[in-house]
């Protein structure tokens, strides 16, 4: 590809945009700058190719397409057609998955697909047919409201927030927290791994009609198999949201017991994560649960997004070339880097290490609270996000964590040498930040002290470190 394309299909589509509103041109422009000069550590965000970009940035957005592959509610759709099955073909033989839809507007939407397909399958289906009726339209009114107390009556296992699980797995502040009555598995106090035996026991204490693994701040390998075997054991349908680390199961850095498709009945997953794709979701399962979950639009989703399945069917090609796995192992080698650099300047990390792509800093070793280490590394240009650790004892708001990821470093090309780097500037900031006091001379979890001198040193050392990694090579707005 030559870059001359790149940076000219980039800066007509500015021209054209600049024509009607300039102030967006600008904004656009101004966040690739953004984006190019800070170091970005947020372990859920990457960096799409310019043919994923360029993917979303057209006509197809302009079509409507309820339905599925060549069942659509609208005429002509047959475009919209090609580019769905091509995303769903492109997963399917990515994954190893007998069935893939590529609908979910994102992995929060992917798991209200899977989460209504499995109610559908395990509630819903049997419900219909202790009432002799076909489909909820012919059910007695009676019958209706059993129905719907069936459905509000069934019970979510999956990973407790503070040990790295997601909101979406059954916590108040979303639907599944409301959909489903839930109970949290932890880690284990001590190593800060998940403790099976423990998950075993709660699974068999409180019989959940569906038992999730998967987690967004948990920097270990989890065992599908067993969790299987734990599902199976119960009768609970097993689903995996492997939303942060589908890249490392794309590139085969995650394999056998740890690759969750083989394992799981349903697995959800974000495009934009580690699997570097446009910013969407994902659904993945067996024949047993296909047809459920293609009814995700219009039972949960709004109409799908062509332009965005037009950008997954690339990304998709992309993450299957021989190159994705070299990338999928240097994030790991790059996870592991950083958090050996920083183990040996002395802090203190959740389980010890890590085995994929994210660490996550007990900060609590440096005196701070998560959100006082986030604002202290944000002024010295190193972007991360608090994060709650297990037990947090400054709760989910302040926390006592930074988590940091290396998805999109590894993809501006950053290796290991510069993880040692990364990691002593991370160090400085902290270990040269203090907790500051409130008014009232209490200790404050918000309030820090941080030289702004040392700050803007450490920034240029990040800008220095970045230089020789440009962000979208290709791309020279002029
Ligand atoms: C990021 C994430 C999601 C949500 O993805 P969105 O695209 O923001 O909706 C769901 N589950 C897990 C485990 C995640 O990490």
């Known amino acids: 590809m030559s870059r001359n394309a ?7 589509a500015l021209e054209v945009i600049r024509a009607v509103e300039p102030r967006v041109a600008d904004a656009i422009g101004a966040e690739l700058v953004d984006q190019r000069e800070s170091l970005k550590l947020i372990a859920s965000e990457n960096y799409a190719s310019p043919a994923t970009l360029l993917a979303m940035g057209n006509w197809f957005s302009d079509k409507y397409a309820e339905g599925t592959v ?4 609208y005429a002509g759709c047959q475009n919209v057609d090609t580019v769905e099955a091509l995303a769903a073909e492109h997963a399917r033989e990515l994954f190893g998955a007998a069935h893939a839809y590529a609908q979910p507007h994102s992995g929060i939407d992917a798991n209200l697909v899977a989460f209504w397909a499995i109610l559908a399958d395990r509630v819903e289906a049997p419900a219909l047919r202790r009432a002799q009726a076909r489909h909820v339209n012919d059910l007695t009114e009676q019958d209706w409201f059993a129905l719907r107390r069936e459905l509000g009556d069934q019970r979510m296992l999956g990973m407790s927030l503070d040990a790295g699980g997601h909101l979406t797995h059954g916590f108040r502040p979303n639907i599944s927290g409301k959909m489903f009555d839930q109970r949290s598995y932890g880690t284990d106090p001590a190593s800060g791994l998940v403790d099976y035996d423990k998950v075993a026991e709660a699974a068999r204490e409180f019989r959940p009609l569906v038992l999730v693994a998967g987690y967004s701040a948990y920097p270990r390998k989890v065992n599908f198999r067993i969790m299987r075997e734990i599902a199976d054991s119960v009768g609970a349908t097993f689903m995996v949201d492997m939303a942060h680390f589908a890249g490392l199961v794309a590139g085969k850095v995650f394999t056998g017991d740890f690759d969750p498709v083989p394992h799981a009945h349903i697995v959800t997953t974000t495009t934009h994560k580690s699997l570097r794709g446009p910013r969407g979701g994902l659904v993945l399962c067996g ?6 979950v293609d009814r995700g639009c219009p039972m949960v989703l709004g109409g799908p997004l062509p332009h965005v399945m037009a950008a997954k069917a690339v990304a998709l090609a992309e993450a299957r070339r021989p190159d994705f796995a070299d990338y999928a192992q240097r994030i790991v080698d790059n996870a592991q880097a950083l958090a050996e650099g920083l183990l040996r300047r002395g802090a203190t990390l959740v389980t010890g290490g890590t085995d994929n792509h994210l660490v996550l800093i007990d900060v609590t070793g440096y005196g701070l609270t998560g959100r006082q280490a986030e ?9 991360t996000n608090r994060n709650a650790v297990p037990q947090d004892p400054n709760g989910a708001w302040y926390t006592s964590g930074i988590r940091i990821g290396t998805p999109a470093l590894t993809t501006r090309g950053l290796g290991v040498a510069e993880m040692d780097s990364t990691a002593e500037l991370i160090h400085t900031v902290l270990s040269q930040t203090t907790a500051g006091a409130n008014p009232d001379g209490t200790a404050s979890k918000a309030k820090y002290v941080l030289d702004p001198a040392l700050a803007d040193k450490v920034g240029h050392q990040a800008t220095e470190l970045l230089a020789g990694f ?7 707005l002029g």
């Open 375 to 383: 604002q202290a590394l944000l002024d010295s240009g190193i972007v």
């Open 70 to 73: 060549g069942r659509r509610f």
């Open 470 to 476: 440009p962000l979208y090579p290709g791309v020279d």
């Open 6 to 12: 790149e940076s000219t299909a980039f800066r007509s």
């Open 287 to 292: 024949p047993e649960l296909a047809d459920q």
